[in-house]
Protein backbone atom coordinates (compact mmCIF):
# COMPACT_ATOMS: atom_id res chain seq x y z
CA UNK A 1 0.00 0.00 0.00
CA UNK A 2 1.19 3.54 -0.82
CA UNK A 3 0.50 6.34 1.18
CA UNK A 4 1.60 10.09 0.41
CA UNK A 5 2.27 12.38 3.50
CA UNK A 6 2.52 16.26 2.33
CA UNK A 7 4.35 17.86 4.63
CA UNK A 8 6.68 17.24 6.94
CA UNK A 9 6.82 20.47 9.15
CA UNK A 10 6.05 18.93 12.74
CA UNK A 11 7.31 16.45 15.00
CA UNK A 12 3.46 14.53 14.86
CA UNK A 13 3.82 14.92 11.05
CA UNK A 14 7.62 12.91 11.04
CA UNK A 15 6.37 10.51 13.25
CA UNK A 16 3.52 9.47 11.16
CA UNK A 17 5.76 8.90 8.37
CA UNK A 18 8.11 6.75 10.94
CA UNK A 19 4.45 4.43 11.53
CA UNK A 20 3.67 3.96 8.03
CA UNK A 21 7.19 2.95 7.32
CA UNK A 22 7.10 0.59 10.43
CA UNK A 23 3.41 -0.82 9.06
CA UNK A 24 5.16 -1.28 6.21
CA UNK A 25 3.36 0.94 3.46
CA UNK A 26 5.48 2.93 1.05
CA UNK A 27 5.46 6.96 2.13
CA UNK A 28 5.69 9.74 -0.51
CA UNK A 29 6.30 13.10 0.59
CA UNK A 30 5.52 15.83 -1.36
CA UNK A 31 8.10 17.72 -2.44
CA UNK A 32 11.06 15.56 -1.37
CA UNK A 33 9.69 11.62 -2.67
CA UNK A 34 7.25 12.13 -5.21
CA UNK A 35 4.93 8.85 -6.06
CA UNK A 36 5.77 7.24 -9.41
CA UNK A 37 2.37 5.41 -10.31
CA UNK A 38 -0.61 5.05 -7.77
CA UNK A 39 -1.31 6.07 -4.21
CA UNK A 40 -4.00 4.61 -1.79
CA UNK A 41 -3.83 7.35 0.68
CA UNK A 42 -3.53 10.67 0.72
CA UNK A 43 -2.27 12.23 3.94
CA UNK A 44 -2.97 16.27 3.90
CA UNK A 45 -0.79 17.38 7.32
CA UNK A 46 -1.30 21.15 6.55
CA UNK A 47 -2.28 22.44 10.05
CA UNK A 48 -0.65 25.39 10.10
CA UNK A 49 -0.47 28.33 12.64
CA UNK A 50 0.90 31.67 13.27
CA UNK A 51 2.17 32.81 17.04
CA UNK A 52 0.89 36.55 15.97
CA UNK A 53 -3.07 35.37 15.22
CA UNK A 54 -4.19 36.52 18.84
CA UNK A 55 -5.87 39.08 18.10
CA UNK A 56 -9.03 40.63 18.83
CA UNK A 57 -11.84 42.12 16.52
CA UNK A 58 -10.96 45.57 18.98
CA UNK A 59 -7.26 45.30 17.86
CA UNK A 60 -7.76 45.13 14.18
CA UNK A 61 -7.24 42.04 11.86
CA UNK A 62 -3.86 41.74 11.29
CA UNK A 63 -4.66 40.45 7.09
CA UNK A 64 -1.30 40.13 6.57
CA UNK A 65 -1.39 36.84 9.13
CA UNK A 66 -4.82 35.91 7.71
CA UNK A 67 -3.44 35.40 3.83
CA UNK A 68 -0.32 33.45 5.43
CA UNK A 69 -2.36 31.31 7.64
CA UNK A 70 -5.19 30.64 4.45
CA UNK A 71 -2.47 30.15 1.88
CA UNK A 72 -0.88 27.30 3.54
CA UNK A 73 -3.92 25.86 5.39
CA UNK A 74 -6.40 26.02 2.18
CA UNK A 75 -5.02 27.41 -0.76
CA UNK A 76 -2.01 25.00 -1.15
CA UNK A 77 -4.06 22.34 0.30
CA UNK A 78 -6.34 22.49 -2.24
CA UNK A 79 -3.36 22.81 -4.70
CA UNK A 80 -2.11 19.37 -3.06
CA UNK A 81 -5.11 17.56 -3.44
CA UNK A 82 -5.61 18.83 -7.12
CA UNK A 83 -2.17 17.82 -7.59
CA UNK A 84 -2.36 14.47 -6.24
CA UNK A 85 -5.89 13.06 -6.95
CA UNK A 86 -4.76 11.55 -10.63
CA UNK A 87 -2.06 8.93 -8.49
CA UNK A 88 -5.30 8.25 -5.88
CA UNK A 89 -7.34 7.39 -8.91
CA UNK A 90 -4.99 4.99 -9.92
CA UNK A 91 -4.43 3.47 -6.82
CA UNK A 92 -7.40 1.40 -4.92
CA UNK A 93 -7.17 2.75 -1.09
CA UNK A 94 -9.24 5.85 -2.19
CA UNK A 95 -8.68 7.47 1.21
CA UNK A 96 -8.24 11.24 1.58
CA UNK A 97 -7.26 12.59 5.13
CA UNK A 98 -6.79 15.86 6.93
CA UNK A 99 -5.59 17.63 9.97
CA UNK A 100 -7.63 19.72 11.89
CA UNK A 101 -8.56 21.27 15.14
CA UNK A 102 -11.63 21.49 17.36
CA UNK A 103 -10.95 24.84 18.23
CA UNK A 104 -12.50 25.66 14.43
CA UNK A 105 -15.73 24.06 15.38
CA UNK A 106 -17.54 26.89 14.87
CA UNK A 107 -20.10 25.18 17.27
CA UNK A 108 -17.24 24.25 20.16
CA UNK A 109 -15.18 27.00 19.85
CA UNK A 110 -15.39 29.86 23.35
CA UNK A 111 -12.72 31.78 22.15
CA UNK A 112 -12.38 35.43 21.42
CA UNK A 113 -9.20 35.28 19.04
CA UNK A 114 -7.37 33.25 16.22
CA UNK A 115 -9.55 34.18 13.60
CA UNK A 116 -6.85 33.13 10.65
CA UNK A 117 -6.59 29.67 11.58
CA UNK A 118 -10.30 29.03 12.46
CA UNK A 119 -11.62 30.72 9.42
CA UNK A 120 -9.12 29.19 7.39
CA UNK A 121 -10.08 25.85 8.92
CA UNK A 122 -13.87 26.27 8.50
CA UNK A 123 -13.45 27.07 4.82
CA UNK A 124 -11.68 23.52 4.73
CA UNK A 125 -14.57 21.89 6.87
CA UNK A 126 -16.96 23.01 4.25
CA UNK A 127 -14.84 21.72 1.48
CA UNK A 128 -14.84 18.32 2.94
CA UNK A 129 -18.13 17.46 2.41
CA UNK A 130 -18.32 18.96 -1.19
CA UNK A 131 -15.08 16.72 -2.14
CA UNK A 132 -16.82 13.33 -0.84
CA UNK A 133 -20.36 14.67 -2.76
CA UNK A 134 -18.15 14.04 -5.85
CA UNK A 135 -15.70 11.38 -5.06
CA UNK A 136 -17.86 8.94 -2.65
CA UNK A 137 -19.74 7.44 -5.38
CA UNK A 138 -16.22 5.92 -7.14
CA UNK A 139 -15.43 4.79 -3.74
CA UNK A 140 -13.54 7.30 -1.68
CA UNK A 141 -13.51 7.55 2.01
CA UNK A 142 -12.58 10.47 4.28
CA UNK A 143 -10.74 10.70 7.53
CA UNK A 144 -10.56 14.27 9.36
CA UNK A 145 -8.51 14.18 12.38
CA UNK A 146 -7.57 16.71 15.38
CA UNK A 147 -4.42 15.62 16.59
CA UNK A 148 -4.66 17.74 19.70
CA UNK A 149 -1.34 19.67 20.10
CA UNK A 150 0.09 22.58 19.38
CA UNK A 151 3.78 21.79 20.24
CA UNK A 152 4.26 20.16 16.87
CA UNK A 153 2.76 23.20 14.87
CA UNK A 154 4.85 25.84 16.78
CA UNK A 155 8.32 25.91 18.57
CA UNK A 156 8.15 29.25 20.20
CA UNK A 157 9.18 29.08 24.11
CA UNK A 158 5.63 30.56 24.50
CA UNK A 159 3.82 27.96 22.66
CA UNK A 160 6.00 25.43 24.35
CA UNK A 161 5.11 26.47 27.60
CA UNK A 162 1.46 26.53 26.99
CA UNK A 163 2.04 22.72 25.85
CA UNK A 164 3.46 21.83 28.75
CA UNK A 165 0.06 23.00 30.79
CA UNK A 166 -2.36 21.76 28.02
CA UNK A 167 -0.85 19.06 26.59
CA UNK A 168 -2.44 15.69 26.79
CA UNK A 169 -1.11 13.55 24.51
CA UNK A 170 2.12 13.48 22.84
CA UNK A 171 2.88 13.82 19.61
CA UNK A 172 4.10 9.49 19.10
CA UNK A 173 0.56 8.46 20.73
CA UNK A 174 -1.25 11.55 18.47
CA UNK A 175 0.61 9.69 15.17
CA UNK A 176 -0.34 6.38 16.47
CA UNK A 177 -3.68 7.35 17.15
CA UNK A 178 -3.94 9.05 13.98
CA UNK A 179 -2.71 6.15 11.84
CA UNK A 180 -5.62 3.87 13.13
CA UNK A 181 -8.04 6.34 12.60
CA UNK A 182 -7.03 6.59 8.88
CA UNK A 183 -6.48 2.65 7.87
CA UNK A 184 -9.57 1.00 9.88
CA UNK A 185 -12.39 0.82 8.49
CA UNK A 186 -15.76 2.67 9.44
CA UNK A 187 -18.57 0.55 10.98
CA UNK A 188 -21.14 -0.94 8.46
CA UNK A 189 -23.75 -3.45 9.21
CA UNK A 190 -24.94 -5.78 6.36
CA UNK A 191 -24.78 -3.03 3.60
CA UNK A 192 -27.70 -1.22 5.54
CA UNK A 193 -27.05 2.34 3.61
CA UNK A 194 -28.80 3.66 7.50
CA UNK A 195 -25.80 1.68 9.28
CA UNK A 196 -23.01 2.97 7.46
CA UNK A 197 -20.66 5.16 9.17
CA UNK A 198 -18.64 6.32 5.90
CA UNK A 199 -21.40 8.58 4.64
CA UNK A 200 -20.99 10.44 7.95
CA UNK A 201 -18.26 13.42 7.24
CA UNK A 202 -17.02 13.74 10.62
CA UNK A 203 -14.10 14.42 12.11
CA UNK A 204 -12.39 13.03 15.61
CA UNK A 205 -9.15 13.60 18.07
CA UNK A 206 -6.54 12.03 19.51
CA UNK A 207 -8.87 10.74 22.43
CA UNK A 208 -11.48 9.21 20.30
CA UNK A 209 -13.72 11.86 20.39
CA UNK A 210 -15.92 12.84 17.78
CA UNK A 211 -16.57 16.92 16.65
CA UNK A 212 -19.26 19.18 15.92
CA UNK A 213 -18.56 21.30 13.05
CA UNK B 1 -33.58 59.03 14.67
CA UNK B 2 -32.09 55.30 14.47
CA UNK B 3 -29.27 54.55 11.97
CA UNK B 4 -28.44 51.44 9.55
CA UNK B 5 -25.87 50.59 7.24
CA UNK B 6 -26.29 47.65 4.99
CA UNK B 7 -24.18 46.75 2.11
CA UNK B 8 -23.98 45.24 -1.14
CA UNK B 9 -27.71 47.65 -1.63
CA UNK B 10 -27.53 48.40 -5.10
CA UNK B 11 -29.99 45.57 -6.12
CA UNK B 12 -31.49 42.18 -4.81
CA UNK B 13 -31.72 41.68 -0.87
CA UNK B 14 -29.46 44.85 -0.10
CA UNK B 15 -31.62 47.23 -2.00
CA UNK B 16 -35.19 45.74 -0.53
CA UNK B 17 -33.75 46.02 3.23
CA UNK B 18 -32.95 49.19 2.21
CA UNK B 19 -36.69 49.99 1.16
CA UNK B 20 -37.55 47.99 4.53
CA UNK B 21 -35.77 49.81 6.97
CA UNK B 22 -36.58 53.29 5.16
CA UNK B 23 -40.05 52.52 6.16
CA UNK B 24 -39.11 52.18 9.28
CA UNK B 25 -38.17 55.41 9.92
CA UNK B 26 -34.37 54.79 10.00
CA UNK B 27 -31.72 56.48 8.63
CA UNK B 28 -30.26 54.03 5.77
CA UNK B 29 -26.56 54.37 4.57
CA UNK B 30 -26.99 51.74 1.39
CA UNK B 31 -23.12 50.44 0.41
CA UNK B 32 -22.91 50.96 -3.10
CA UNK B 33 -20.55 48.72 -5.05
CA UNK B 34 -21.95 48.43 -8.36
CA UNK B 35 -21.25 52.47 -10.68
CA UNK B 36 -23.90 51.10 -13.53
CA UNK B 37 -26.35 50.39 -11.08
CA UNK B 38 -28.92 53.52 -10.53
CA UNK B 39 -31.77 52.09 -8.52
CA UNK B 40 -30.43 53.41 -5.12
CA UNK B 41 -30.33 56.59 -7.09
CA UNK B 42 -34.43 56.23 -8.14
CA UNK B 43 -34.99 55.22 -4.16
CA UNK B 44 -33.33 58.17 -3.05
CA UNK B 45 -35.47 60.66 -5.05
CA UNK B 46 -38.29 60.08 -2.73
CA UNK B 47 -36.46 59.35 0.59
CA UNK B 48 -34.43 62.05 2.19
CA UNK B 49 -33.36 59.73 4.77
CA UNK B 50 -31.58 57.52 2.06
CA UNK B 51 -27.52 58.22 1.70
CA UNK B 52 -25.88 56.26 -1.00
CA UNK B 53 -22.24 55.30 0.22
CA UNK B 54 -19.55 54.24 -2.06
CA UNK B 55 -18.98 50.65 -0.18
CA UNK B 56 -16.56 47.91 -1.44
CA UNK B 57 -16.03 45.37 1.64
CA UNK B 58 -13.18 44.21 -0.01
CA UNK B 59 -11.01 46.89 1.19
CA UNK B 60 -10.05 48.86 4.41
CA UNK B 61 -9.54 51.96 2.69
CA UNK B 62 -13.01 51.82 1.18
CA UNK B 63 -14.68 50.91 4.74
CA UNK B 64 -13.00 53.53 6.50
CA UNK B 65 -14.30 56.07 4.54
CA UNK B 66 -17.63 55.03 4.92
CA UNK B 67 -17.33 55.13 8.81
CA UNK B 68 -16.07 58.74 8.18
CA UNK B 69 -19.13 59.74 6.13
CA UNK B 70 -21.59 57.78 8.75
CA UNK B 71 -20.11 59.52 11.54
CA UNK B 72 -20.86 63.28 10.08
CA UNK B 73 -24.36 62.67 9.34
CA UNK B 74 -25.15 60.71 12.83
CA UNK B 75 -22.76 62.35 14.98
CA UNK B 76 -20.63 59.62 15.75
CA UNK B 77 -22.76 56.50 16.20
CA UNK B 78 -24.73 53.91 14.05
CA UNK B 79 -27.10 51.41 15.46
CA UNK B 80 -27.68 48.36 13.20
CA UNK B 81 -24.97 47.61 10.75
CA UNK B 82 -26.12 44.29 7.92
CA UNK B 83 -23.57 42.40 6.39
CA UNK B 84 -25.15 41.58 3.09
CA UNK B 85 -22.74 41.92 0.07
CA UNK B 86 -21.28 38.95 -1.25
CA UNK B 87 -19.63 37.79 -4.66
CA UNK B 88 -21.08 34.87 -5.64
CA UNK B 89 -20.23 34.50 -9.72
CA UNK B 90 -19.81 31.51 -11.33
CA UNK B 91 -16.43 30.08 -10.95
CA UNK B 92 -14.53 27.05 -12.24
CA UNK B 93 -13.10 25.88 -9.10
CA UNK B 94 -14.59 22.08 -8.58
CA UNK B 95 -12.52 18.70 -8.75
CA UNK B 96 -12.64 16.89 -11.37
CA UNK B 97 -12.47 20.10 -14.22
CA UNK B 98 -9.01 20.93 -13.46
CA UNK B 99 -7.29 23.10 -13.42
CA UNK B 100 -9.26 24.84 -10.68
CA UNK B 101 -9.22 28.32 -10.02
CA UNK B 102 -7.74 28.95 -6.64
CA UNK B 103 -7.24 32.58 -6.09
CA UNK B 104 -10.87 32.75 -6.43
CA UNK B 105 -11.39 30.64 -3.53
CA UNK B 106 -9.10 33.40 -1.77
CA UNK B 107 -10.98 36.42 -3.43
CA UNK B 108 -14.68 34.70 -2.18
CA UNK B 109 -13.22 34.57 1.46
CA UNK B 110 -11.85 38.11 1.18
CA UNK B 111 -14.89 39.58 0.65
CA UNK B 112 -17.20 36.83 2.14
CA UNK B 113 -15.88 36.34 5.23
CA UNK B 114 -13.55 38.96 5.64
CA UNK B 115 -15.75 41.91 4.75
CA UNK B 116 -17.99 40.96 7.97
CA UNK B 117 -15.44 41.30 9.94
CA UNK B 118 -13.62 44.25 8.38
CA UNK B 119 -16.99 45.89 8.42
CA UNK B 120 -17.48 45.32 12.43
CA UNK B 121 -14.20 45.99 13.12
CA UNK B 122 -14.07 49.14 11.37
CA UNK B 123 -17.34 50.37 12.74
CA UNK B 124 -17.58 49.52 16.11
CA UNK B 125 -16.26 52.70 17.30
CA UNK B 126 -19.97 54.23 16.26
CA UNK B 127 -21.45 51.20 17.04
CA UNK B 128 -19.91 51.63 20.55
CA UNK B 129 -21.89 55.03 20.62
CA UNK B 130 -25.39 53.29 20.30
CA UNK B 131 -27.61 51.50 22.86
CA UNK B 132 -28.99 49.30 20.03
CA UNK B 133 -25.78 47.34 19.17
CA UNK B 134 -27.07 45.16 16.40
CA UNK B 135 -24.74 43.56 14.03
CA UNK B 136 -26.71 41.29 11.36
CA UNK B 137 -25.06 38.73 8.47
CA UNK B 138 -26.63 37.34 5.67
CA UNK B 139 -25.34 33.95 5.33
CA UNK B 140 -26.78 31.25 3.63
CA UNK B 141 -27.46 27.77 4.30
CA UNK B 142 -24.20 26.11 1.87
CA UNK B 143 -22.35 27.06 5.16
CA UNK B 144 -24.34 24.23 6.74
CA UNK B 145 -21.17 21.64 6.81
CA UNK B 146 -23.95 18.71 7.79
CA UNK B 147 -26.45 19.74 5.20
CA UNK B 148 -23.85 20.08 2.01
CA UNK B 149 -25.06 19.22 -1.10
CA UNK B 150 -23.25 20.47 -3.71
CA UNK B 151 -21.93 18.22 -6.07
CA UNK B 152 -19.60 18.20 -8.96
CA UNK B 153 -20.16 21.38 -11.79
CA UNK B 154 -20.83 23.82 -8.40
CA UNK B 155 -18.16 26.01 -7.37
CA UNK B 156 -15.84 25.68 -3.96
CA UNK B 157 -15.49 29.15 -3.10
CA UNK B 158 -18.68 30.97 -2.07
CA UNK B 159 -19.60 27.67 0.44
CA UNK B 160 -16.38 27.60 1.78
CA UNK B 161 -16.19 31.22 2.28
CA UNK B 162 -19.72 31.40 4.12
CA UNK B 163 -18.53 28.68 6.57
CA UNK B 164 -15.24 30.87 7.05
CA UNK B 165 -17.82 34.05 7.82
CA UNK B 166 -19.51 32.19 10.49
CA UNK B 167 -16.56 31.34 11.90
CA UNK B 168 -15.55 35.03 12.00
CA UNK B 169 -18.94 35.73 13.62
CA UNK B 170 -18.62 33.14 16.48
CA UNK B 171 -15.62 34.70 17.22
CA UNK B 172 -16.72 38.07 17.35
CA UNK B 173 -20.03 36.75 19.22
CA UNK B 174 -17.75 35.39 21.63
CA UNK B 175 -15.97 38.51 22.11
CA UNK B 176 -18.53 41.12 21.58
CA UNK B 177 -21.77 39.28 23.30
CA UNK B 178 -20.21 40.14 26.80
CA UNK B 179 -19.99 43.23 25.90
CA UNK B 180 -23.51 44.41 25.08
CA UNK B 181 -23.83 43.74 21.17
CA UNK B 182 -26.72 41.06 19.48
CA UNK B 183 -26.26 38.97 16.60
CA UNK B 184 -28.54 38.13 13.71
CA UNK B 185 -27.00 35.41 11.30
CA UNK B 186 -29.77 35.14 8.30
CA UNK B 187 -30.32 32.14 5.58
CA UNK B 188 -32.58 34.27 3.09
CA UNK B 189 -33.81 31.09 0.84
CA UNK B 190 -33.30 31.40 -3.12
CA UNK B 191 -33.46 34.04 -4.23
CA UNK B 192 -34.33 35.45 -7.76
CA UNK B 193 -31.32 37.65 -8.58
CA UNK B 194 -30.07 39.89 -11.50
CA UNK B 195 -27.20 37.60 -12.73
CA UNK B 196 -23.84 38.85 -14.04
CA UNK B 197 -25.18 38.61 -17.91
CA UNK B 198 -28.11 40.96 -16.55
CA UNK B 199 -30.87 38.45 -16.43
CA UNK B 200 -33.00 37.72 -13.63
CA UNK B 201 -32.96 34.41 -12.27
CA UNK B 202 -36.25 33.20 -12.49
CA UNK B 203 -35.85 29.74 -11.75
CA UNK B 204 -35.36 30.68 -8.08
CA UNK B 205 -38.12 30.60 -5.93
CA UNK B 206 -38.42 33.98 -3.76
CA UNK B 207 -38.39 37.70 -4.33
CA UNK B 208 -35.83 39.50 -2.55
CA UNK B 209 -38.68 42.12 -1.17
CA UNK B 210 -40.25 39.61 0.74
CA UNK B 211 -37.34 38.20 1.94
CA UNK B 212 -36.69 41.19 2.78
CA UNK B 213 -40.16 42.02 4.72
CA UNK B 214 -39.63 38.82 6.56
CA UNK B 215 -36.07 39.63 7.61
CA UNK B 216 -36.14 42.96 8.75
CA UNK B 217 -38.60 41.61 12.02
CA UNK B 218 -36.08 38.91 12.37
CA UNK B 219 -33.68 41.80 12.61
CA UNK B 220 -35.64 44.57 14.69
CA UNK B 221 -36.79 42.09 17.20
CA UNK B 222 -35.33 42.01 20.80
CA UNK B 223 -34.72 38.24 21.52
CA UNK B 224 -35.15 36.47 24.93
CA UNK B 225 -32.28 34.10 24.15
CA UNK B 226 -29.73 36.42 22.56
CA UNK B 227 -26.98 34.26 24.22
CA UNK B 228 -28.24 31.85 21.31
CA UNK B 229 -25.98 32.13 17.99
CA UNK B 230 -28.34 30.54 15.41
CA UNK B 231 -29.07 30.93 11.60
CA UNK B 232 -32.45 31.74 11.10
CA UNK B 233 -33.96 31.35 7.67
CA UNK B 234 -36.92 33.31 5.65
CA UNK B 235 -39.27 30.80 7.40
CA UNK B 236 -38.07 31.20 10.84
CA UNK B 237 -36.73 27.60 10.83
CA UNK B 238 -32.94 27.02 12.33
CA UNK B 239 -30.09 25.95 10.39
CA UNK B 240 -26.97 23.94 11.73
CA UNK B 241 -23.67 25.81 10.93
N1 LIG C 1 -29.72 34.84 -3.97
C1 LIG C 1 -29.82 33.75 -3.24
O1 LIG C 1 -30.49 32.80 -3.63
C2 LIG C 1 -29.12 33.67 -1.92
C3 LIG C 1 -29.21 32.47 -1.18
C4 LIG C 1 -28.58 32.39 0.06
C5 LIG C 1 -27.88 33.46 0.54
N2 LIG C 1 -27.80 34.61 -0.19
C6 LIG C 1 -27.06 35.74 0.38
O2 LIG C 1 -27.90 36.88 0.37
C7 LIG C 1 -27.12 38.07 0.24
C8 LIG C 1 -27.68 38.95 -0.85
O3 LIG C 1 -27.78 38.21 -2.03
P1 LIG C 1 -28.54 38.74 -3.34
O4 LIG C 1 -29.22 37.58 -3.94
O5 LIG C 1 -29.28 39.95 -3.04
O6 LIG C 1 -27.25 39.01 -4.28
P2 LIG C 1 -26.82 40.22 -5.19
O7 LIG C 1 -27.98 40.79 -5.89
O8 LIG C 1 -25.69 39.71 -6.03
O9 LIG C 1 -26.29 41.25 -4.10
C9 LIG C 1 -25.03 41.20 -3.52
C10 LIG C 1 -24.29 42.42 -3.94
O10 LIG C 1 -23.02 42.50 -3.30
C11 LIG C 1 -22.13 43.02 -4.25
N3 LIG C 1 -20.73 42.87 -3.93
C12 LIG C 1 -19.83 41.98 -4.41
N4 LIG C 1 -18.61 42.24 -3.93
C13 LIG C 1 -18.73 43.32 -3.13
C14 LIG C 1 -17.83 44.09 -2.37
N5 LIG C 1 -16.53 43.78 -2.35
N6 LIG C 1 -18.28 45.13 -1.66
C15 LIG C 1 -19.58 45.46 -1.68
N7 LIG C 1 -20.50 44.81 -2.40
C16 LIG C 1 -20.07 43.73 -3.12
C17 LIG C 1 -22.50 42.29 -5.52
O11 LIG C 1 -21.91 42.87 -6.68
P3 LIG C 1 -21.47 41.91 -7.90
O12 LIG C 1 -22.69 41.38 -8.50
O13 LIG C 1 -20.70 42.80 -8.82
O14 LIG C 1 -20.60 40.84 -7.33
C18 LIG C 1 -23.99 42.41 -5.45
O15 LIG C 1 -24.45 43.61 -6.02
C19 LIG C 1 -25.68 37.59 -0.01
O16 LIG C 1 -24.96 37.67 1.19
C20 LIG C 1 -25.85 36.16 -0.42
O17 LIG C 1 -24.72 35.38 -0.12
C21 LIG C 1 -28.40 34.74 -1.40
Redesign the interface.
Known sequence: MAVLITKQNTIFDKELKSIFEREGYTVFIAGENEPTGYIDMYIDTSNYRSDKDTFLIRDGLDEKIIREVYEENVLNSMRLLENYLPYLEKGTGKRICFLTSHEASINETTHDNGYAYKMSKAAMHNLYPMVMNILADDGYTIRIYDPLLSNGHNTNEQTKKQCKINNIVCDKLSAEGAFNYFVRKRGTEHDDPLRNDENRIVFRDALGREHTW | MKSVIITGADRGLGLSLSKEYLNSGYTVFAGKYLEDYTLLEDLQETNKNLHIIKLDVDS?ESISSAVEAVSKITNNTLDVLISNAALMGEVNC???K???D??A??RS?SVN??GP??L??LF?PLLDNSKRKRLCFVSSE??C??L?????G?G?PY??????M???I???F???YPQDYTFRLYHPGWMKRIQHDGSRSEEAMYDPDDIAAHAIKYFETDLKDEQRLVMIDFRSQEWP?
Open positions: RTLRPPMIEVWFALARVELVSINMRHRIEFPMSKSSNMGRIMNDLF
